[in-house]
């Protein structure tokens, strides 16, 4: 008898210390993955911080050349300001995303109408600092476009481990959330349509 009961005891214990071991790497796993997201959300942030910090230098390159287009001036102002404004202490939500991308939208969209601006001023294409500015921001724009695929594939990789199972039980009750994806503007579907 005492046999059985200690065969019965040993399996007991085998099979919790292999769930616990299952468990553990379980969570290993994700601390990891969700550890690489909040690296690449970083990344992203870092990217659109040198574009906000390239702005102002851009605007005033061109206010010098171009003093009476005060609205462009005022919008790209207005749209650095909002971007600044959204802050995270961690990857966002799919909410807190959608607020950030609408932001910077908004200045993509600003800066847009301020190259516009710029083409009405031949004299300001032609100095070397506008120049130079405008190679950073085109630098900056593809970084922002590597570092955005970037988190989207971190966190793909976390999403697709965290919805494995048994994993998706043990991020369940852990707390671990999906992480949200870039997603392109609403209208960039369609192509753009040249004038000239």
Not at 33 to 55: F, I, P, T
Not at 91 to 120: H, I, W, Y
């Amino acid at each position: 008898m005492k046999g059985i009961l200690l065969g019965c005891v040993v399996v007991v214990v085998a099979a919790a210390l292999v769930i616990g071991l299952a468990v553990a790497g379980s969570y290993n796993s994700l601390v990891k993955l969700d550890e690489n997201v909040k690296s690449k959300w970083g990344q992203v942030e870092n990217v659109y911080q040198r574009r906000a910090d390239l702005v102002p230098n851009l605007v005033e390159t061109v206010k010098g050349a171009a003093a009476f287009e005060k609205d462009t001036f005022t919008a790209v102002t207005e749209a650095r300001a909002k971007v600044g404004q959204v802050t995270f202490n961690n990857v966002p939500n799919q909410q807190e995303m959608q607020k950030f991308q609408a932001a910077q939208d908004g200045l993509s969209s600003a800066l847009s109408r301020l190259m516009v601006v710029v083409e009405k001023y031949p004299d300001l294409k032609a100095t070397q600092n506008f120049k130079d500015l405008q190679v950073q921001l085109e630098g900056t724009e593809n970084r922002i476009a590597v570092e955005r695929k970037r988190f989207n594939d971190a966190a793909q990789e976390f999403n697709t481990a965290r919805r494995r199972f048994p994993t998706v039980f043990i991020a369940s009750i852990l707390g671990f959330t999906a992480r949200p994806y870039f997603e392109a503007a609403p209208g960039s579907e369609k192509p753009p349509q040249v004038k000239f």
